[in-house]
Every structure is written in C-alpha cells, then in structure tokens.
C-alpha cells in the first residue's frame, strides 16, 4: 500500500472510518429529513384542516345570520298582518273570523287575544293546530310576563315580546313559547293590546329556509347553551360545528344556534405518504391505546379498591342490620350490626342454614313456612313487616324486617338482601307514651271531678239532711212508748226506714257515679249501647245542669247498633263535651223560643257510613252534642283542639286536646260545626261492633 514519504498512511487506507462517518452523517440527515417531513407533513395537514374549517365555519356564521334575518322578517310581516286585524274588524264580535285566519295561515301563532287597557281580556282565539294549550294551567300564570311586555310596547308605541317560557299541556307534554304584545291605537288612542302567542318550535319551522337546513340542526338557546326549541338536529357526528347568533327581538332576546357536521376532506397528496402517515399514525395509535389501557386498567384497580373500602367504611358505620341469603337459606353476608344486634360474631353466622341461630325455638315452624312462601314468588311488602330475634344470650327483641330481591348481572334472582331495624327502643317509647297519655287522661278526670266538687257537695247535702231529719224522728217514735205506755208505730217506723234507705242509695249512686269516672283501669275495648254510655255520665250531668238551669235532652235512633270502644274514655269525652257546651251558655241568654237553654246529645248512624252500600262497608255510630250558645271565633276555633289552650279562665287545656286523641285511637274522627240558629255542635264518630 503506497505510504507518504514521513510513513503517515495513504488516502486509501484513510476510506473506511471516513465511510463510516458519513453513513453516520446520511443516517442522521435522513432522521433529520423525516422528522422534517413528518414534521412539515403534520404542519401541512394542520393548516389545510385550519383552513377549511375556518371556511365552513364563516360560511356556517352566514347562513346562521340568513336564518336569523328570516325569522325576524317573518315576525315583521306577522306584526303588519296583525296592525290590519284591527281596521278591518273593529270590535270583539267581527275580529274572531279574520284572527282564526290568520291563526290558520301563520302556524307559529298558537294563540290570539285582543286585551283592554287594563289587560281584561275581550276576545280570543286558539290555533286548531294546538287547540288545548292553555287547558291545563290557568292563562293567569302568565299574565305577568304579558303585562311586562305590554308595558314596554306602550313605552316604545310598537310591539315588545315577553320572555320565553316552558308551558305544559294536558297530554303531558309541553311547548317553549313567547309572547308579543302590540298596542292597538285607534285615532291616536290607545284603545287595548293584541296579544300573539308564538310558538319557539314554530318560529324554527315556519321561517326557516329548509333547502339550507339539510342536514344541519337548528334551535333556540338560552346563553349558558340549554336547549329551548328544537328543529332538526345534525346527523349523529362528533365533530359538528356551531354557529350562535343573537336574534334581537324588542324587549327579549334569544340565541339562535346552527349545528353542522364538519366535512371530511384529504388530507394527503399521494398514496407514499398516504401510507407512511397512515403507518405512523396507526404507530403512534397502537402506543396511544396501548397507554390508554394500562391508565385505564390502574384506575380501574384503583376505584374498585377505593369503592371496596368505601362500602366497607359504610357497611361498618350503619346502625342497620343487612343480612344477605341465597335461594337456601343459607346466610352468605352480615354487616358488623347485624351480628351486634344478634350477639353472634360474623364467623358464627356466614354459611348458617335453617333454621337460623336467631330464630326463637317456639317460631321456627311459622318463619320457615313464611320463607317457603317467600321463596315461591310471593311479592315482599314494601314497607316491611315485623318479627321477633332471639339474641345468642336467650333474650328476645322486635325487629323490622325489610327485604329484596337479589338479581345478579344476567337478570337472575340469587337470593334476598334483608336490612334489619330493632325496635326495642321504639317499642320502650311508645310505651311510654302510652302510659303518659293515661297518666294524663286520668289527671283531666280528678280535675273534672275537682271542678264539680260544689255540686258535688250541694247534691250530697240533701239525701243526707234527709238521713239525719227521718232518723231523728225514728228516735222521737222509739221514744214515745217509753213516755206514754203504749205500743211502737211500726208502720212510721218502717216508713221512716225506707225513707232513710231511699236517701242512702240516693248518695250512694251519686258517689259510685264519681268513683267509676275517676277509677283507671286497664284499656278494655268492648260492644257497649250508646244508650248505656249516656246514662252513665246523666248523674253527674244532672248536677251541673240543675246549678245552671240548662234542660238536657237525649236521643237515641232506633236500631242504633253498639260500639266498640272503652267505655271509660267514651264516658269521660261525652262528660267533657257536654259540660263545655253547658258552660258555652251563659246564664240570662236563652237562645231557645221557649226561653230554657238546651244541651242536646243524640246519637244515629253516621251519614258517612250508612252501612246501606253494595257491598256493605264497616258500621260506623255518630255522636253529637248540640249547645246554643254563642258560638266560636275564628281564633277560637283554629286553635280549639291545641294543647294547654283554653278560653276558661280555671281549664287546664286539656279536655278537647284528649278527646281528640282518644277517638282518633279509636279509628273515629272528632269534629265541629255551627248550629242553627246558632251555637256549636261537636261530632266524633266510633265504629260499630
């Protein structure tokens, strides 16, 4: 190999390493080159896309405001059309006909009214195109949108529109539409308004051009983009362009919106690059849908984990208990309630079968018949229904239970899903209220009695002055013989004796009577007559109505059936009623013709349930007691049957308040009237026995 004279090598031995250094060079400008091309090819695709999207989108900003400048010429001709309604018919009578032709010509117009000054209207008509659009809410609701607009037409002397609004209709639809108010001017005077109701979807329909909305949607928007009336709409698309445009109306303003769906032109010159961007984009695709799978499989993980340890968190925090069984029986899910409720821990339970550890021994006969009607497809109640646990320390305790139907991915029933409520405390509350409710009910009966205690006294004094006059003249008789030697009367003695026994029932009664009003006994509901119920409160009645001159009558229909009911409670409301309406009569103030105040209490079968319908319904006896006295004041009367309110200035406020509550636990209704003349007349009703 030839050599230079100083040894250094010859150019042939320096070609390699300079080869090698090139096709480094070539490989680095050929990279260069197509990240240019690519580059320049991605450029190009981006600005001929650019470019033809800002000229669809110029073009679609035109035929939006074409669109627009149509719909308001065409509510510009509308207004002319309805200015001559008026010179050619100038009264209400003759201005129907040409209003309904104009309804029928113009199918925007849904309604026409012609409106005085004061907006009372003076004649109408509706479109035949949609007749009942203001039969299902009354036109008064929109009446102050109307006035509004009215306002302002009279301000600028030409036609102003409302707002527009959603109207319902009675086929359970509705319409958008928008109101347009035209003062109506007769020799320079206004002489009332016309009012044109227009249609939003008729105003698209009807004013559009249809050639230039093929294909491309159309609608009125409010400005945040929700939806008012709706055209047409674009083809189902991604990639769809809109134009907004402002249709200024006087008074209003809505947004018109024009949807297209964006063409799709080439995007490269020739197949080579056609080919090579296609490669590249399905490249770079396959590594974008590769990513988008990894990211998407992570979050999956992560909100599956995140929702598990969510429903555990909340599964964990409930109060209630929720069971989970499989068409077997067999318990497949507990919460930590339920197993506090029951006293088994979780382990205790899963994979439980018939019958269940908290089934009470005496009860596994009926629950297991009541699940095997379960299991055959009977429909669970709604609201639930009651049953007793027994805890793994023997104790029982009611619960509420509420199922549903388990139904897996494939619409197949697996089992029931129970949410268990324990209503121990509800069950303590309620007992508890119900022995206040005694307690108080027997507190109103001593304070009664305590008020009645004068009369009491009064009515005891005669049968025993009685008892002291007729015994000391049997003493006087035994007397006699002793003084004047002769035999005893007996025939005045044992008149004395009966006299004296008389007496002593006399007082007797009256003291029973007292006595069994106040004794508390236990809640017994039995067939009682009404007649009997009366006669029971009479004696203490006959006091109160003696001291006062008050004339009780009573009256029983014929064939009136029994009640059931507790006889004590029923005594002490009619005892309560009747001396409220004594003492609503005021001594010196007979309302009656024949001058004598007059408590009437009757008795009948309610009007409401005569029993006589096919087929027969429940018996139900009505009770009334009938005063004439004064009557109540509306204060009165709305807040009578308040706790604690009273109009006497000794009353606790309690009488009304527990005579309420002692017919509504009765299944009846306790209600009041004005009498006639005039006076109040106090009803409860009690279902027959």
């Given at each position: 190999m030839p050599a230079h004279p100083d040894g250094t090598p010859t150019p042939a031995h320096a070609t390699p390493p300079v080869r090698s250094g090139l096709r480094s060079r070539r490989w680095l400008l050929w990279g260069a080159l197509l990240l240019l091309v690519a580059a320049l090819l991605g450029v190009l695709v981006f600005l001929a896309g650019e470019y033809e999207e800002g000229r669809d989108q110029a073009a679609l900003d035109r035929d939006a405001a074409t669109v627009a400048s149509d719909i308001r010429s065409g509510l510009v001709r509308n207004v002319q059309t309805l200015q001559s309604l008026h010179s050619v018919a100038p009264t209400p009578d003759?201005?129907?006909?040409?209003?309904?032709?104009?309804?029928?010509?113009?199918?925007?117009?849904?309604?026409?009214?012609?409106?005085?000054?004061?907006?009372?209207?003076?004649?109408?008509?509706?479109?035949?195109?949609?007749?009942?659009?203001?039969?299902?809410?009354?036109?008064?609701?929109?009446?102050?949108?109307?006035?509004?607009?009215?306002?302002?037409?009279?301000?600028?002397?030409?036609?102003?529109?409302?707002?527009?609004?959603?109207?319902?209709?009675?086929?359970?639809?509705?319409?958008?539409?928008?109101?347009?108010?035209?003062?109506?001017?007769?020799?320079?005077?206004?002489?009332?308004?016309?009012?044109?109701?227009?249609?939003?979807?008729?105003?698209?329909?009807?004013?559009?051009?249809?050639?230039?909305?093929?294909?491309?949607?159309?609608?009125?928007?409010?400005?945040?983009?929700?939806?008012?009336?709706?055209?047409?709409?674009?083809?189902?698309?991604?990639?769809?362009?809109?134009?907004?445009?402002?249709?200024?109306?006087?008074?209003?303003?809505?947004?018109?919106?024009?949807?297209?769906?964006?063409?799709?032109?080439?995007?490269?010159?020739?197949?080579?690059?056609?080919?090579?961007?296609?490669?590249?984009?399905?490249?770079?695709?396959?590594?974008a849908l590769f990513g988008r799978d990894m990211r998407r499989r992570q979050r999956a993980e992560t909100e599956v984990a995140e929702a598990l340890a969510f429903r555990k968190a909340m599964e964990n925090s409930l109060v209630t208990g929720l069971r989970a069984r499989g068409m077997d029986g067999r318990v497949s899910y507990v919460n930590p309630a339920f197993c506090q409720m029951v006293g088994f821990e979780a382990d205790e339970l899963i994979g439980t079968g018939l019958p269940a550890p908290w089934w009470p021994p005496e009860l596994i006969d009926e629950y297991q018949q009541r699940l095997a009607i379960r299991l055959a497809g009977q429909t669970l109640p709604r609201e639930g229904y009651e049953s007793v646990f027994q805890r793994k320390d023997g104790t029982r305790f009611p619960v509420l239970i509420i199922e549903a139907p388990l139904i897996d991915a494939q619409g197949t029933q697996t089992g029931f899903m129970s949410a268990i409520l324990d209503l121990s405390e509800q069950r303590r509350v309620e007992e508890l209220n119900r022995a206040s409710q005694e307690r108080l009910q027997a507190t109103a009966r001593l304070a009664t009695v305590g008020e009645m205690a004068s009369l009491l006294s009064h009515e005891l004094n005669q049968p025993l002055a009685a008892i002291a006059s007729y015994a000391s003249g049997t003493l006087n008789l035994l007397d006699e013989p002793a003084d004047m030697g002769q035999g005893l009367p007996t025939s005045d003695l044992r008149q004395a004796m009966q006299r004296i026994s008389e007496q002593a029932d006399r007082a007797g009664r009256v003291i029973k009577s007292v006595a069994d009003f106040v004794r508390r006994r236990e809640q017994v509901r039995e067939a009682v007559a009404p007649e009997s119920l009366i006669e029971a409160i009479m004696p203490l009645l006959t006091l109160q109505s003696k001291k006062l001159g008050i004339r009780v009558q009573t009256s029983v229909s014929p064939g009136c059936p029994p009640v059931l009911c507790d006889r004590t409670m029923v005594e002490q409301v009619l005892l309560n009623l009747a001396r409220n309406g004594m003492q609503a009569m005021p001594e010196g103030d007979p309302p009656t013709a024949s001058g004598r105040r007059v408590l009437t209490l009757s008795v009948g079968q309610s009007r409401l349930h005569s029993g006589e319908e096919d087929p027969p319904r429940k018996v139900w006896v009505e009770f009334a007691v009938t005063d004439h006295g004064r009557g109540l004041s509306d204060e009165v009367r709305d807040k009578l049957f308040t706790p604690f309110f009273t109009t006497k200035a000794e009353g606790m406020g309690l009488g009304l308040s527990l005579c309420r509550t002692v017919i509504e636990q009765h299944g009846g209704a306790l209600t009041h009237e004005p009498a006639q003349p005039r006076g109040t007349v106090f009803r409860f009703t009690l279902p027959g026995a």
């Open positions: 003759s201005w129907l006909d040409p209003a309904a032709e104009v309804l029928s010509a113009q199918r925007e117009l849904v309604r026409l009214e012609w409106r005085d000054s004061a907006l009372r209207l003076l004649a109408h008509r509706d479109s035949v195109y949609v007749a009942d659009l203001f039969s299902y809410l009354p036109r008064e609701q929109a009446l102050p949108d109307v006035r509004q607009a009215c306002e302002s037409a009279q301000r600028v002397s030409g036609p102003s529109f409302s707002p527009s609004f959603f109207w319902p209709m009675a086929s359970g639809l509705g319409m958008e539409i928008i109101e347009m108010c035209l003062p109506v001017v007769r020799a320079g005077v206004n002489d009332g308004f016309l009012i044109a109701t227009y249609s939003l979807p008729g105003l698209l329909s009807e004013f559009s051009n249809k050639e230039l909305l093929r294909g491309r949607g159309l609608a009125f928007t409010e400005v945040d983009g929700t939806r008012l009336a709706l055209h047409s709409s674009a083809p189902g698309s991604r990639r769809t362009q809109v134009a907004n445009t402002l249709l200024d109306l006087p008074g209003h303003t809505l947004m018109l919106r024009l949807e297209s769906p964006r063409r799709v032109a080439g995007l490269f010159p020739n197949v080579l690059t056609a080919v090579v961007g296609a490669l590249s984009l399905a490249l770079l695709a396959v590594m």
